[in-house]
């Protein structure tokens, strides 16, 4: 389990559009991101799914985000958000 890519950069202060592609998979997951957002971000992909959200971190810096499912992110769904 592990998000591909598992680090990914953006810019501050501009809108962020991340898609969760979960097309393949087998067992729900999610995209979780509680650092540096107005409000926590959680975005769920069932089997099957694509699910999309925009969100904008304002502050440069380097932000985890991991899967919040059960055992996802201790089997390496885990990752960094780099806003410069």
């Known amino acids: 389990m592990a998000f591909d890519p598992s680090v990914l ?3 501050a202060g501009q809108p962020i559009q991340l898609t969760l592609d979960n097309s393949s998979g087998k067992l729900p997951h999610d995209f979780d991101i509680t650092e540096g957002v107005a409000q926590p971000i959680k975005l769920t992909a069932q089997p099957g799914q694509r699910p999309s ?3 904008t971190i304002d502050k440069p810096g380097n932000y985890a985000f ?3 499912e059960p055992g996802h992110e201790q089997a390496g769904m885990k990752g960094t958000l ?3």
Do not use: D, E, R
């Open 82 to 84: 780099t806003v410069q």
């Open 53 to 55: 959200v925009t969100f």
């Open 9 to 11: 950069s953006a810019k």
């Open 66 to 68: 991991a899967c919040g």
